[in-house]
């Protein structure tokens, strides 16, 4: 059936397959150490990176709190500044007071005690629409667009 193998070449032949087999071997073990030695770059380069990205969040929080800072103490400043001219301008306010207040109370007291009773105008054009039907408008030239 199956010729006979001649022995030296099938003891070369063996050799040859496991020669190649190794080398197959060899060849799957580089495979997986490449794999693996990826695997552990990658891994580091994450790390890595979530490490530059934390430095650098901080870093950009550091500056943004700095800001802020700067602008609450800007604030503070201001409010300073904003309070003393409201003081200054309510003590001149007092001031005023003070010094018109005689005058004031004196005009509201002569406005109050001294009446002079006067016909309002109304019942004077009320009186002549009912006389005449009409109501002429007659103008002062010294107030231009005041009735008389």
């Not at 503070?76 to 904003?82: A, D, G, N, T």
């Not at 306010?93 to 005690?113: C, F, G």
């Not at 009320?126 to 002062?140: A, C, M, S, V």
């Amino acid at each position: 059936m199956y010729p006979l193998r001649n022995t030296k070449s099938s003891t070369q032949g063996d050799r040859c397959v496991k020669v190649l087999l190794d080398a197959e071997r060899r060849g799957n073990d580089r495979i997986k150490e490449a794999q693996t030695y990826r695997v552990k770059i990658i891994k580091q380069a994450k790390i890595d990176a979530e490490i530059e990205k934390n430095a650098f969040q901080k870093q950009k929080d550091d500056i943004i709190k700095e800001k802020l800072r700067q602008i609450e103490h800007d604030i503070e400043l201001e409010k300073i500044v904003y309070d003393r001219q409201v003081d200054a301008t309510i003590k001149g306010y007092d001031e005023r007071v003070a010094q018109v207040k005689d005058r004031v109370i004196e005009n509201l007291l002569d406005l109050v005690t001294n009446i002079k009773p006067e016909i309002h105008h109304n019942f004077t054009v009320r009186k002549e629409i009912n006389e005449t039907g009409t109501y002429t408008r007659i103008f002062d030239p010294l107030h231009s667009g005041r009735r008389c």
